[in-house]
């Protein structure tokens, strides 16, 4: 049977659940703009990408030893202590991940960005998202990027119908 486990390992592992979601976040967001993006930008970002999952591998092993429970409390509170630590530098990598796609973004045309996402075959509903939340984190930027947000409000609104576009959803439900 194995322990219980502690209030302070289980925030510890729901803080690596979210650091996991936002790394998948930030990869429908590269699925989103890889085509659109210069070549080596794209190549970065993929590098980039490549080391923070190589970094996950890392925190879902602490993760998983402290979901299955460890009976000594010292080596329980070591792994803890431990998955903090590897949850605190892999926030860190995603957020500098998160400003260079935001970075990248800034250097797509519109016209460039409307072409890729309205030509996308597959593209899910939850990428689009995924980038509309990227967009909206930077307060700063929003007024530059209110025509991004207005395609991407739309967007995610409508749904085509054969050759028509209509309204699916409630833009403020989004």
């Known amino acids: 049977m194995a322990a219980r486990i502690s209030e302070g390992a289980a925030d510890a592992v729901l803080v690596a659940t979210q650091v996991e979601e936002r790394q998948r976040q ?13 070549p080596e930008t794209a190549s970065g970002l993929d590098r980039n ?41 892999v926030e860190t990598a995603l957020e500098a991940h998160a400003v260079a796609v935001r970075s990248a973004l800034d250097d797509v045309p519109l016209a460039a960005l409307r072409g890729r996402l309205s030509d996308a075959e597959g593209l899910r509903r939850e990428e689009v998202l995924a980038l509309l939340d990227l967009v909206l984190e930077d307060e700063a930027e929003l007024a530059r990027h209110g025509d991004l947000l207005d395609y991407l409000v739309t967007l995610l609104s409508t749904e085509e119908r054969g050759s028509r576009r209509r309204i699916a959803h409630d833009p403020a439900t989004l």
Do not use: D, K, Y
């Open 26 to 38: 930030l990869e429908a967001v590269g699925r989103v703009l890889a085509p659109a993006l210069q």
């Open 49 to 89: 990408l490549a080391a923070l999952s190589r970094s996950m591998a890392s925190v879902r092993s602490h993760r998983q030893t402290l979901e299955v429970g460890i009976g000594n409390p010292e080596a329980a509170a070591a792994e803890s202590a431990a998955l903090s630590g590897e949850v605190r530098r």
